[in-house]
T-cell receptor, first 114, second 112 residues
Framework: NAGVTQTPKFRILKIGQSMTLQCTQD?????MYWYRQDPGMGLKLIYY???????DKGEVPNGYNVSRSTTEDFPLRLELAAPSQTSVYFC?????????????FGPGTRLTVL | QKEVEQDPGPLSVPEGAIVSLNCTYS??????FMWYRQYSRKGPELLMY????GNKEDGRFTAQVDKSSKYISLFIRDSQPSDSATYLC????????????FGQGTRLTINP
């Protein structure tokens, strides 16, 4: 199993451009999450999904959109990129019904908006 | 006030030292407490998990929860250079994944 994979690893965007961060998991997890991590600020939840076709906002959803058409994929869309969106983005997945709240994280996408 | 507070450090200790990492929280509904370890330029991975109050030991690592004080700790005994990483506490009121609230993370360096 590859676990959670994210593409691209790095990206530089100009202000106003848009892009999609890809996330795929092969563990048949129904829950998936997008976080951003700024230096010294921990992980902040952007959006999450409890299954295909179901998404909900997290703590910092503004400027982002998501969709979940399959169990495996959970892309994050940035429209009109702004310097405040410079961050490291992590996708994660987990299994519902488990006793342990273990989320499995991807390697991250480092995004710079100039 | 943030729901979860964690001293970001950085914390630097010599090899073999006992390390204490801590988080405080304000939401009394939190019942599930986790510590994630994150190596440089990697995603976090679950290190320890505890439910409600008490201690849990796993090798050189001990997780402690004091719900009356809203305070959790992670102790690392006989620390090794390979323990150098950022440690994030996380917690939730709901069993079975879903939304976690993370602390800011403490960057730890173990010097040989």
């Amino acid at each position: 199993n590859a676990g959670v994979t994210q593409t691209p690893k790095f990206r530089i965007l100009k202000i106003g451009q848009s892009m999609t961060l890809q996330c795929t998991q092969d563990m048949n997890h129904n829950y998936m999450y997008w976080y951003r991590q700024d230096p010294g600020m921990g992980l902040k939840l952007i959006y999450y999904s409890v299954g295909a076709g179901i998404t909900d906002k997290g703590e910092v959803p503004n400027g982002y959109n998501v969709s979940r058409s399959t169990t495996e994929d959970f892309p994050l869309r940035l429209e009109l990129a702004a310097p405040s969106q410079t961050s490291v983005y992590f996708c994660a997945s987990s299994l519902s019904g488990g006793r342990v709240n273990e989320q499995f994280f991807g390697p991250g996408t480092r995004l710079t908006v100039l | 006030q943030k729901e979860v507070e964690q001293d970001p450090g950085p914390l630097s200790v010599p090899e073999g030292a006992i390390v204490s990492l801590n988080c405080t929280y304000s939401n009394s509904a939190f019942q599930y407490f986790m510590w994630y370890r994150q190596y440089s330029r990697k995603g976090p991975e679950l290190l320890m998990y505890t439910y409600s109050s008490g201690n849990k030991e796993d090798g050189r690592f001990t997780a402690q929860v004091d719900k009356s004080s809203k305070y959790i700790s992670l102790f690392i005994r006989d620390s090794q250079p390979s323990d150098s990483a950022t440690y994030l506490c996380a917690m939730t009121s709901v069993q079975g994944a879903q939304k976690l609230v993370f602390g800011q993370g403490t960057r730890l360096t173990i010097n040989p």
